[in-house]
């Protein structure tokens, strides 16, 4: 029978460090860009920079952690939300990661999902650039919020892209943690993903089969909640299947968890109701693909 690694308590150091209060978790959101591609479909990735303390040098999806000023109440008024939603059908807080997905993705690849008020159709290329220019750097740097952008420029964030994919908590072990809602999103056709060159030095559209050789050759690194959601995303075979699933699946949140097993290994536990094919994953198999900070031993 396996057990929990903190069901033990023989009073030594590690064990009464096992046992301290985990850090909060703090709120992020990240963007599954996809397009559609000859075989398939493909997900815009962005290599994180070596100098970055979490998930260092790794492919990752677009995103990042929720600003003060995302939370705004009065972006409330400049979001478009799918069809028989209103602004009373997402807390203040689900609004706030919404915002942030959207605008860390417009920060790190040049990606805006946002249309003119009151019309269908999203931004177009050339608008999209008169933008980039006018607010994109400020963005960067903390200059500027998301409200004020959409204020001078008159638009509405596209929330009724985006379909709600997976939620994923850092395990309480870890010195640092993340809330983080993962979207799906049809990417526009004429905005040109491009990493930022800070946050993210390199980028790729991905099929997902080359992902996973990418990874599982050693030529780029994939930590293990990545590396979960893209295999997720690998059972759809089209854009239109992937957000088909995603609006009608139930997203359960997982908060990975260490147990022991008889024979002593460690073992990455997952909830068996979260839709991911690995449940039970050995810590050893995981190797590099832990985020930065993970125990070792």
Request: net charge negative; proline share 5%.
């Amino acid at each position: 029978m396996a057990q929990s690694s903190d069901s033990k308590d023989n009073g030594s150091p590690a064990d009464k460090s096992a046992r301290r209060e985990p850090v909060a978790s703090v709120p992020a959101s990240t963007i599954l860009l996809l397009r559609e591609a000859e075989e398939g479909f493909e997900v815009f990735m962005v290599e994180r920079n070596h100098k970055i303390d979490f998930a260092e040098g790794a492919l990752v999806f677009p995103g990042g952690k929720t600003e003060k000023s995302d939370a705004d109440p009065a972006l409330a008024a400049y979001c478009r939300f799918a069809a028989g939603n209103d602004t009373e059908s997402l807390t203040s807080a689900q609004r706030a990661v919404r915002v942030g997905g959207i605008r860390e993705t417009f920060e790190e690849c040049g990606v805006l999902l946002a249309r003119p008020r009151g019309e269908a159709d999203l931004i177009d290329g050339a608008r999209l650039a008169e933008i980039s220019e006018r607010h994109r750097d400020a963005l960067n740097a903390n200059e500027r919020t998301m409200l004020e952008l959409v204020e001078q420029e008159s638009l509405e964030l596209a929330f009724d892209r985006l379909e709600f994919f997976a939620h994923w908590i850092t395990p309480e072990f870890m010195p640092k943690r993340f809330d983080t809602y993962f979207f799906l999103v049809e990417a526009p056709i004429d905005h040109l993903a491009v990493h930022d060159g800070s946050e993210s030095v390199d980028s790729l559209w991905t099929t997902i089969p080359n992902a996973l050789a990418l990874e599982q050759s050693g030529k780029r690194t994939i930590i293990f909640p990545t590396l979960a959601n893209i295999k997720k995303l690998g059972r759809s075979k089209t854009v239109a299947d992937a957000l088909a699933a995603a609006r009608k699946d139930e997203v359960v949140t997982v908060m990975p968890r260490l147990e022991t097993g008889e024979d002593g290994d460690r073992i990455m536990v997952l909830p068996e109701n979260a839709g991911y094919d690995m449940t039970r994953i050995p810590m050893e198999a995981l190797a590099g693909r832990m985020p930065k900070g993970e125990p070792k031993t």
